[in-house]
């Protein structure tokens, strides 16, 4: 089996019911964090994977990492930190009666707490710590948000995107997320192109890629970065194009009832590198995408349940998926 490792924050998930939070006095507990919920669907997809992470010494870090070991995930590398807490996300979703009126039916909002968090003090003392697991994958992934969560945790990801490679892939998912930037909100756009740049396989949703570097267009986008070997870009209008290389493939996206949209984004790079490590075509890879994403935005949670292997192998084989 092909290895992988994401680095980045688990977040304790508490999704208020029904919401709104000022009405809410029930709150069911899940597990988030866009790397460890890669993780995850890269286990489920016949690839090992481990976890770099921080979590503090509380009931949320022990339930995060058990979470991931019970999906497969190597979880050796998480270090406890004996005083920072482990961070927390509360979700109010949307739809009227009862719900947040302020939102529509499939949108959500999330409210972060986790200034201060153990996976804040991610640095690159963790990557040397974790260079055993490193050296043994075949590909590395971790986002913007971990990028964003301090500036110890910049210089963990910028150190990892300039390690040698050793044949090891670096694979950088945007996910842009305003708030975690703060204090440092001027710098932002710098930060994330510089980790566009360095990295060889790139996720890039449209509507956040227009905000950071001012363009949604796919094509723009790619001259704009013409360094990454690969670049996935979501466009808006439900479809995704694809660079590798010198080709360009756009595949549209499933038409589904959607359900909930959190966590969408980190199953289609879970299915894109699940795929591109088990040696599949541009276009396979961006259907097994395509498909993970569709088992996220029909279910609630942030982590997609999805079908074996052999079925989504099957459907992503099927024309006009
Ligand atoms: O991609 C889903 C994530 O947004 C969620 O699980 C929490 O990692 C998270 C974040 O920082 O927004």
Redo the contacts with the bound molecule.
């Keep these: 089996r092909p290895r992988a490792v994401t680095i980045g924050?688990g977040?304790a998930v508490l999704v208020a019911q029904p919401g709104p939070l000022e009405e809410s006095e029930t709150f069911d507990r899940s597990a988030?964090?866009?790397e460890a919920?890669v993780a995850t669907v890269l286990t489920q997809l016949a690839v090992e994977a481990g976890w770099i992470s921080r979590v503090g010494d509380d009931g949320f870090g022990r339930y995060l990492t058990g979470h991931l070991r019970a999906r497969g995930v190597d979880v050796s590398a998480v270090v406890t930190d004996p005083t920072r807490p482990t961070a927390m996300?509360v979700k109010e979703r949307g739809g009227g009666s009862g719900r947040a009126t302020d939102l529509a039916a499939r949108d959500s909002r999330?409210l972060y707490y986790r200034t201060g968090s153990a996976a804040s003090a991610l640095s690159t003392a963790d990557l040397a710590a974790a260079a055993g697991l490193l050296d043994r994958c075949a590909l590395v992934h971790c986002t913007g948000?971990t990028t964003a969560l301090s500036e110890s945790a910049t210089e963990l990801t910028e150190a990892l995107i300039a390690l040698p490679r050793r044949g090891r892939l670096v694979s950088f998912d945007l996910?842009f997320?305003p708030a975690l930037w703060a204090g440092r909100a001027e710098q932002a756009a710098e930060i994330l192109a510089r980790h566009v740049r360095g990295s060889d396989v790139v996720f890039l949703g449209a509507d956040e890629a227009g905000t950071v570097f001012g363009t949604e267009d796919a094509d723009e986008l790619r001259a704009l970065f013409p360094e990454p070997g690969q670049l996935v870009v979501k466009n808006n209008e439900h479809s995704v194009t694809g660079f590798s290389g010198p080709d360009r493939v756009e595949v549209p996206a499933l038409s589904l009832d959607v359900t909930e949209r959190?966590?969408a984004?980190?199953a289609f790079a879970g299915g894109y590198l699940a795929a591109l490590l088990h040696g599949r075509p541009l276009e396979q890879r961006l259907r097994f995408g395509h498909l993970c994403a569709a088992a996220a935005l029909t279910g609630t949670g942030?982590v997609a349940e999805l079908p074996a292997p052999e079925r989504l192998a099957a459907l992503a084989a099927c024309s006009g998926t």
């Design positions: 924050e977040l988030g964090g866009a919920n996300y999330m948000i996910n997320r959190i966590g984004g980190d942030d």
